[in-house]
């Protein structure tokens, strides 16, 4: 059964940091694109960071570049979004998409929530 799985989430103070993480299972992510997208509640879903299949090119939303970096490591079928100096308006679902051709597989998300 293919599935991503997203953690790491939670409630952080604004200037703290987040590591999320997504797992692959069923298939094998290495020949993947991997992308974090996030939805605010009332917002449109925003991709917010993308790392190529070996990781030579990454690229990230405007709103994040300088504060996040996207990583994987394909030996642990698992992709990485390190989140620093967190703002209340990064509070979202954090979502994890693998694209490979025609094909798509999300996860179910991860709740980050940025508050004092």
């Known amino acids: 059964q293919v599935q991503l799985v997203e953690s790491g989430g939670g409630l952080v103070q604004p200037g703290g940091s987040l590591r999320l993480s997504c797992a692959a299972s069923?298939?094998?992510?290495?020949?993947?694109?991997m992308s974090w997208y996030r939805q605010a509640p009332g917002k449109e879903r925003e991709l917010v960071a993308t790392?190529?299949?070996?990781?030579?090119?990454?690229n990230y939303a405007d709103s994040v570049k300088g504060r996040f970096t996207i990583s994987r490591d394909n030996a642990k079928n698992t992709v990485y979004l390190q989140m620093n100096s967190l703002k209340p308006e990064d509070t979202a679902v954090y979502v994890c998409k693998a694209h490979f051709v025609v094909r798509d597989y999300w996860g179910q998300g991860t709740q980050v929530t940025v508050s004092s």
């Open positions: 790392i190529t299949d070996a990781g030579g090119s990454r």
């Open positions: 069923g298939f094998t992510l290495s020949s993947y694109t």
